[in-house]
């Protein structure tokens, strides 16, 4: 486990958050959830049948601990959660409808976490991105000011950190839609220790090549000033004019990154998840995420090929995002 995590276990655990994990059965989730109690990092909420939970970890030899196993078939608190349900989504569920979308582990996790029972939630191991993000939009919700959530990527290689977005949700960004994500991307930056300088990029550098696509990097680029936010950024700028400090000089002569940007907001879902998966693959880097930005309170997706591991270190991002 690398630095960045060693450093975010030292302040998970101090605060002991819980995390949510609608697929209980899950070996990986399992697995993880053992790792997570058995160093009392944070409390592990599994959901599902108790006895099929506790059978399916005794079968691999792996102890709870602390976990705590709930089954929303059985939960005593149920009418208390449809109740926030029914409210929350203002005549868009009745009371009967609700009560069956609550029996899914997502939406029930979800609102374990709306009403404070739970400080975040990762699913996506056994479910579709859209089953995790789904009940997200609809209960918890964007932050004010937000209008769409985004996916990051925090790449990982030795001490270098930086932060990819949007590698997962948002197909064909608007202007606008990418310059909320550069604000929610520099915030996620904070969280993980680095200083955000972010680059909007695009293939042109500063009207090196014009068209519609780079038009709409520029027009992102003029509404983050007018929001004023305080980090440096700028746009549109091509990776090497972004990151190579010799290369700005030439191509970006007075920009605010001078060519060290370590937040990259991509213009388009196609040119991100490319981009984060080619650096992963050829450049050796850890990819960390998605994580999702932008809402109210954390909610994370797993990829279906992940691993234990990579479950162990998303609920400590998660729990860090809660902190």
């Known amino acids: 486990m690398g630095d960045l995590f060693l450093e975010l276990k030292e302040k998970v655990e101090k605060a002991y958050p819980s995390i949510v994990f609608p697929e ?18 944070l409390q592990p909420i599994l959901l599902g049948n108790v006895n099929e939970v506790q059978g399916k970890a005794k079968a691999l030899g792996l102890s709870l601990g602390e976990t705590q196993i709930i089954d929303p078939k059985e939960y005593d608190g149920f009418d208390e959660l449809v109740a926030a349900f029914v409210e929350r989504r203002k005549g868009k569920a009745t009371e009967e409808q609700a009560r069956e979308l609550l029996l899914d582990e997502n939406y029930f996790g979800t609102m374990l976490v709306y009403t404070e029972k739970a400080h975040g939630l990762v699913s996506g191991a056994a479910h579709s991105t859209a089953d995790t993000v789904r009940p997200a939009l ?31 949700i948002n197909i064909a960004p608007s202007s606008s839609d990418l310059a909320e994500s550069a604000i929610t991307s ?47 950024f700028d746009g549109e700028l091509q990776f090497d004019a972004a990151f190579v400090p010799e290369v700005a000089k030439k191509k970006a002569p007075g920009s605010a990154l001078e060519g060290r940007a370590n937040v990259f907001i991509f213009p388009g879902l196609e040119a991100g998840n490319i981009g984060y998966k080619m650096v992963q693959r050829l450049g050796g880097f850890e990819a960390i995420g998605p994580i999702l930005q932008g809402l109210n309170k954390p909610v994370n997706d797993l990829s279906r090929g992940c691993n234990a591991e990579d479950v162990y270190k998303l609920a400590l991002i998660t729990a860090m995002q809660a902190l």
């Open 138 to 168: 609809q209960i918890i919700k964007t932050k004010e000011g937000i209008q769409k959530t985004s996916g990051a990527f925090i790449m990982v290689r030795g001490e270098e950190k930086y932060v990819f977005a949007d590698c997962a």
């Open 186 to 232: 520099a915030h996620t930056a904070r969280v993980f220790g680095i200083d955000p300088k972010v680059a909007l990029l695009s293939f042109s550098t500063k009207g090196s090549a014009q068209s519609e696509e780079t038009e709409k990097v520029v027009e992102a680029t003029k509404l983050l000033k007018e929001k004023q936010p305080d980090f440096p």
């Open 24 to 41: 209980g059965t899950d070996e990986r989730i399992l697995e993880a959830a053992s790792r997570l109690a058995e160093e009392k990092v």
